[in-house]
């Protein structure tokens, strides 16, 4: 293969890679407005506080899997990732000007994230 072809070839991945963070991002935000839609108590007042939130749920699940192996998941870790996924949309509330939830809708919350976020195509993950 010539170094032209390589490199047409990293840039074409470095690219589809782009796209695919780019998709996730926007089917996670998704799942998000439809769970804080669908859950009584939970409230995103913007797009912004929706991207924002998006991104921190996103990195917090980033630190449960580096740190403890477990994904914060409904339906991917059982009793555990829907604890966890619990309290992660509990706990974006603190760094997300925008977005409240109550410990209740968080847990109903939790629920409904893991029923949209099974039926939607491809790996997502809060």
Avoid: C
């Amino acid at each position: 293969m010539s170094s032209h072809q390589m490199t047409n070839s990293e840039t074409s991945q470095g690219s589809s890679t782009v796209w695919q963070i780019v998709g996730r991002f926007i089917t996670a935000a998704i799942v998000l407005a439809v769970t804080a839609f669908f859950t009584p108590g939970f409230q995103i007042n913007s797009i912004w506080a929706l991207a924002i939130a998006t991104v921190v749920l996103t990195a917090i699940d980033y630190l449960i899997i580096k740190f403890t192996g477990l994904h914060a998941s409904p339906f991917g870790r059982g009793f555990v990732g829907f604890v966890l996924s619990a309290i992660t949309l509990y706990v974006v509330q603190f760094f997300v000007a925008g977005y409240s939830i109550s410990w209740l809708a968080a847990i109903i919350g939790a629920l409904i994230y893991g029923v949209v976020d099974y039926f939607l195509p491809g790996e997502q993950t809060m």
